[in-house]
Structure formats: structure tokens, C-alpha cells
């Protein structure tokens, strides 16, 4: 059984940094794609960013200026740092494992963002 897990959340002001982590464990192997999601009350949840394993990344709308998603394949861990942090930027943060392009997603719990003078 895969399992997600993400931690580094937590309360920041505007215009600060924040690094988020994601642990995958149970695959078997390098997952095939890593991503982070974020989602508030009442809101579809959005991509943020998320990488492949051969490096490629993909981001949503206009994040790609201040978030940044890394891995590393062989521990299966992904990375979301996080610069200029905005209000509008407060909440959860998800991050999923895609361990083939056509297996199951698995999404971990979530952390907490808040972004608040």
C-alpha cells in the first residue's frame, strides 16, 4: 500500500518562504509523477505543480513564479518551496503519487498553509 505524507506547513507572513515536503513509501519502486495540489473551503482543489521522474514539471495558472517543485526520485520524495508568499496563497496543501501514467492516484492528508500578518 502506497502511502503520502506530507509535512512543512504552518502559519507565515506575506512575502515570506515556506518549504513543503512529501514523503511517498510503498511503491516499489521510482514514482512515475509527484504533485502538489492546494485547496480552500468551498474551492475545487487546484494544481500547484507537480514533477515526472524524468524531470519534466507542469504548473498551475501563474505559480510557476514563486513555487518551485523538486524531487528526489530515489528516496521518492518531492519538494514544493514556496517564495512571496501571498494571502491569497493560505491552504491545504496536498501532495499526490502517481506510481505508473496509468495507476491509481494516492493523495496524502494534507498540511496546513496560512498566510497572515
Known amino acids: 500500500q502506497v502511502q503520502v505524507v506530507e509535512s512543512g506547513g504552518g502559519l507565515v507572513q506575506p512575502g515570506g518562504s515556506l518549504r513543503l515536503s512529501c514523503a511517498a513509501s510503498?511503491?516499489?519502486?521510482?514514482?512515475?509523477?509527484m504533485g502538489w495540489y492546494r485547496q480552500t473551503p468551498g474551492k475545487k482543489r487546484e494544481l500547484v505543480g507537480l514533477?515526472?521522474?524524468?524531470?519534466?514539471?507542469n504548473y498551475g495558472r501563474s505559480l510557476k513564479d514563486r513555487f518551485t517543485v523538486s524531487r528526489d526520485n530515489h528516496q521518492n520524495t518531492a519538494y514544493l518551496q514556496m517564495n512571496h508568499l501571498q494571502l491569497e496563497d493560505t491552504a491545504t496543501y496536498y501532495c499526490?503519487?502517481?506510481?505508473?501514467?496509468?495507476?491509481?492516484?494516492?493523495w496524502g492528508q494534507g498540511t496546513q498553509v496560512t498566510v497572515s500578518a
Open positions: 499526490n503519487a502517481l506510481i505508473t501514467p496509468s495507476s491509481p492516484v494516492y
Open positions: 510503498g511503491s516499489g519502486g521510482i514514482i512515475y509523477s
Open positions: 514533477m515526472l521522474n524524468n524531470g519534466n514539471t
